[in-house]
């Protein structure tokens, strides 16, 4: 006769089905060790750390900075957004194997003394992002994503430095719910948010730089400040900036102006006014003939001047002819390239490519979800009693999304290094949701032996981690050295 436990439960429509819970190391985000492996090879997270200030008293310190670093980028790499999901991983076996410092099986046996147990806390995290959110580290932090991100390019190009390259600039909706400070209802998204500004290399689709701002400023607030000094930056340590490309919106006298000074050509989609309607409705006729079975295009040269332009520029008017629609289709486009130098076709054919940018983004979005939950207010209590001290100064809270910002930032770009040595592996374009689905989010099951540790993954996975693993360590043969 089988013994009865406890912990078995049947169900009622198959009584031979059953299922029961045992104190087995199990996991159901295997990936974690890959993204471990990966951020060895590149250094991220180690070299971030060596970069930060950590204002605890080291004596109280369980949990190394290093270590609550890869606790959120791993997470968020993963998909678990929130601070709270790192209560719930808290003993997940390969997330413990590849946040901890130390070597061998330590993480995972009985807990010691001034050893942590597990993953750091929500409360930990919270102390983490506060603490990053000091100048000093913010700076850090925005710092290390464009010298990573830099680095990330030579290694594609194994040490070759590109002659000129583009720049990709937009703005997003960073979606909130709740009272964080600067967010606001943008009448465009027609959501409460804040309206970052991101900058991105096309040739990896890594982030370079992301900047927070409030929730209702124009698309072009700021965008001068943040894109003139990454353009000298990249061409010291990246490439010759030959070209900008951005959306509807941006086009200022400022930024269009400094980019004239800095001969860096761009192609920029203007809104629509009165004006340029007025001059374009004389070339929104259809061309003689039948109507076409398939979308054609075809461009038209104007010159305009803005109300806030000093001078006139070159603006190609873009013409969309759909099949079964009644009128066509129409945007502008506004560069500083001669018709001799870029014909309007091939204007138009720059300026697509932007949509490899926003595959990124939305990929970025999507996946990570990045979220800006902080909020300026004041502790209320401390695990369920009164707070013995009431702080001098309320903590920033948008300088703390600031840091979430930043945070999800390099996770990402983390993210992206795995999803483009998966593509090198098989020879197939990957995009970042398959990556994590297939690659990362694998259940396993870990086995503790005498001297070492065994992750059981399915077999049909197996082959694809075997030859990522080759592929990075071909790419990347020797990483940063390891502490035990």
Known sequence: MGETNPTRFSFSFNRSLAFEGRPERLTRDAGALLLRETDERIGLTRRLAARL???????????????????????????????????????????????????GDAPLREPQPLVPEGLASQPTQSRLVEALAIPENLAAMDDALFTEAAQDYRRLRRGRRARNGVL???????????????????????????????????????????????????????????????????????????SVRGDAGMPSEDLLGGLDRRRVGYAFRLTSNAVLERLAQPLLRRPVGRPPTEPRTWCHELLYAADTWGRERRVVLVVVEVPGELFPRHFFLVTNWTEEQMPGEELLDFYRK?????????????????????TSRRKSHVRGERPRRVRAQERDGFACNEVNLLLYALAYNLANVVRRVTARATRVPWRLRRCRDTLLQVAGKVVLHARRVTVVIRDEVAPLWSAFLETLHRLLPTGPPLTA
Not at 65 to 93: C, I, K, N
Not at 170 to 177: F, I, N, Q
Not at 224 to 241: A, G, H, N, S, W
């Open 53 to 103: 200030r950590d204002p605890r008293d080291p004596f109280f310190v369980t949990h190394p900075l290093v270590e609550l670093l890869r606790a959120r980028f791993y997470a968020m790499a993963l998909g678990h957004r929130d601070q709270d999901d790192l209560d719930d991983l808290r003993d997940d076996p390969a997330l413990r194997l590849a946040v901890s410092e130390r070597s």
């Open 168 to 242: 990709d600039v937009d703005s997003t909706a960073a979606v909130v719910h709740g009272t964080q400070p600067g967010s606001a209802y943008n009448g465009h998204y027609r959501v409460t948010c804040y309206h970052p500004l991101v900058v991105i290399l096309p040739e990896t689709g890594a982030l370079l730089a992301v900047r927070l701002r409030e929730g209702q400023v124009h698309t072009s607030v700021g965008l001068e400040d943040l894109l003139f000094p990454l353009i000298e930056r990249c061409e010291t340590e990246i490439y010759q900036v030959s």
């Open 354 to 374: 932007r949509g490899v940018m926003e595959g990124h983004i939305g990929d970025w979005k999507s996946v990570l979800r990045p979220a800006l939950p902080s």
